[in-house]
């Protein structure tokens, strides 16, 4: 019978156990918080009432856990013998370092880890477009393919354990700055009487930022910052209007103040003329 651990039941986790129960897989499950576990039980998940039977129940292990900190404190529950021999599909975000950390810290007792940035909120898990950034031991990533592939797609991005941690810190560096700035813009609407709904389809519009995306990547690459089509002088006046506006709406302005900031860096490093991804190189030496 196909089986596997869950640790850590999160909505995460919780999406990802309910994901194997409905793939006809013999699931283990535990978590900090027991109660957590109720659901699952009842939907025919199996628990575990210590770290060490969830451990010793089945080679593939998957961890879903807040960050890597927590991660440390779950392990310790358990004597490191519980380890030798199992596979961990680390599923807990942190940065790059702890992933390559965690590596060679679960090598010394015996157990693999695999490292995994996923790319969808609880409600895409076992949908055929989510996809997980996965990085470590490529024939370990093979040997559990079917059961990975429970989960998300794959997205194998090599060897170093810390890859899938670092594709998924830049995806969520964009995706954290992005979605703080529709906030932030909605806030300035419903300060002024329209509501989130009526702004949307405005929204929408102006957030559907592939067309730039795609313009300036070649030009980073190349370093071509040419000011042909955008300068930052005219970013730097542009985010005057914005910031003013949301004061004179009485929305808090630190959003836009610290974009500003960092047009008006560029313009101190004499990049005035040149276009925005001249930023790229100010931001890089900051
Ligand atoms: P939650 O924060 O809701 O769940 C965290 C889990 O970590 C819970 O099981 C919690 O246990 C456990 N935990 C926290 N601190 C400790 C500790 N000190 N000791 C033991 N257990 C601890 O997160 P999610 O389920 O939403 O996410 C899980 C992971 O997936 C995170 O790394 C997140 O970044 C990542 N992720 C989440 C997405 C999302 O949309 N939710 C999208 C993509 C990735 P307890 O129940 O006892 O508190």
Request: a negative charge; zero cysteines; aromatic letters at 6%.
């Amino acid at each position: 019978m196909k089986s596997v651990t869950v640790i850590g039941l999160g909505p995460m986790g919780q999406a990802m156990a309910g994901a194997y129960l409905d793939g006809g897989y013999e699931v283990t499950v535990w978590n900090r918080t027991p109660a957590r576990a109720d659901g699952l039980v009842a939907r025919g998940a199996r628990r575990a009432e210590t770290v060490e039977t969830a451990l010793t129940a089945n080679e593939l292990v998957v961890l879903s856990l807040i960050d890597y900190d927590a991660m440390d404190a779950v392990l310790a529950r358990a004597p490191g013998s519980a380890l030798a021999g199992r596979t961990l599909v680390n599923l807990t975000s942190d940065t790059p370092d702890r992933a390559r950390q965690a590596v060679a810290w679960l090598a010394g007792r015996g157990a693999v880890q695999i490292s995994g940035g996923v790319q969808v909120p609880p409600p895409g898990i076992g949908t055929p477009e989510a996809m997980t950034y996965y990085s470590g031991q490529k024939d370990v990533i093979e040997r559990h393919r079917t059961a990975l592939e429970v989960l998300t797609g794959i997205e194998y991005l090599g060897e170093d354990p810390g890859l899938a941690a670092l594709y998924y810190q830049i995806g969520i560096d964009m995706f954290w700055t992005a979605l703080a700035g529709y906030l932030h813009g909605q806030a300035v609407a419903e300060a002024n009487g329209i509501s989130a709904r009526d702004f949307l389809p405005h929204a929408v519009r102006t957030m559907d930022l592939r067309y730039f995306l795609e313009f300036y990547a070649p030009r980073i690459t190349a370093g071509d910052h040419a000011g042909d089509v955008d300068r930052i002088s005219m970013g730097v006046a542009s985010l005057e209007h914005v910031l003013r506006t949301a004061q004179a709406s009485g929305v808090d302005g630190s959003l836009p103040a610290a974009v500003l900031e960092i047009f008006r860096q560029g313009v101190t490093a004499g990049h005035g003329q040149d276009s925005l991804t001249s930023l790229v190189g100010v931001l890089r030496r900051r």
